[in-house]
């Protein structure tokens, strides 16, 4: 391990110390200025944290399934046809927004 | 509010829900009923019941699956209103599944009067989805849900990432 993924991991960069050689590297072929090149590896990192955070929150949740919306049959039953559409904008999430987090 | 008979998928469109929210990184709690209410009487023993509370009262999304399939005495019945009311007051989200609908709700709950005061509050800003149609479960085994039975490609098991 390079003395910068060391300190990248000190920092609690995970994924930017996982990517750092490899992306260095691209960089290299690709010619892109050293600022591109952070602006990269901070965004790994910054996707790194929001899928762990994902897995946290569906950790602590106690859901145990991840389903999607396309395994529901809404032509089961007419209810299902008729409120299809107050189901599909339920997903968008504008009830959660309205309340305070 | 989720309201329909056994087996219509009132539970799996609660869990697309809150998929869906913890995707957006929110806070959620699934949970059913009884498990619910059995963990808050456990916690009066113990004197923790404040603490218990929050734990069904913080997450922005509640999901309360199966209400209704066991009558609730006084006790467990106060309980469901301090969670209720609490989460009311707080502007926080719940999902209830049950297979009663609300005129029913004064012989589940201990009485009508704390059936209506918790049906007020949970009616209050929702949405109500009347699933009908025969169980899905009819034509399965023991299918952990209709739709997963229906469509187990649809349905990720413990995505590892």
């Not at chain 1, 950790?59 to 046809?81: E, G, T, W």
């Not at chain 2, 456990?42 to 404040?50: E, I, T």
């Not at chain 2, 007051?89 to 999902?95: D, G, L």
Request: net charge positive.
């Amino acid at each position: 391990m390079t003395p910068l993924e060391q300190k990248l991991q000190q920092l609690n960069l995970k994924a930017m110390t996982r990517n750092l050689e490899t992306t260095i590297a691209e960089a290299g072929a690709r010619n892109l200025s050293v600022s591109a090149t952070l602006e990269w590896l901070a965004d790994m990192e910054l996707e790194a944290r929001q899928h762990r955070a994902i897995d946290r929150r569906f950790k602590c949740a106690r859901l145990q399934l991840q389903p999607s919306i396309d395994a529901f049959h809404f032509h089961h039953h007419k209810s299902r046809v008729q409120a299809k559409n107050r189901i599909l904008r339920l997903l968008d999430l504008t009830f959660l927004r309205q309340a305070p987090t | 509010m989720l309201i329909g008979n056994p087996g219509v998928c009132k539970t799996f469109l609660a869990k697309i829900n809150a998929w869906k929210a913890c995707q957006a990184n929110q806070r959620i709690l699934f949970t059913t009923a009884m498990d619910m209410l059995n963990q808050l009487l456990a916690s009066q023993v113990d004197h923790s019941l404040v603490r218990k509370l929050k734990l069904y009262t913080e997450p922005t999304l509640l999901l309360v699956d199966e209400l209704g399939y066991l009558s609730l005495d006084q006790q467990t019945s106060n309980l469901f209103y301090q969670v209720i009311s609490t989460r009311h007051i707080q502007k926080r989200s719940t999902v209830i599944t049950t297979n009663t609908a609300f005129s029913d709700w004064g012989n589940i709950l201990f009485n009508t009067t704390i059936a209506t005061a918790i049906a007020d509050r949970l009616v209050e800003n929702s949405e109500i989805f009347l699933l009908g149609g025969d169980s899905l479960r009819k034509a399965g085994k023991n299918p952990t849900s209709p739709e997963e039975k229906l469509n187990p490609a649809l349905v990720r098991r413990r995505a590892v990432r």
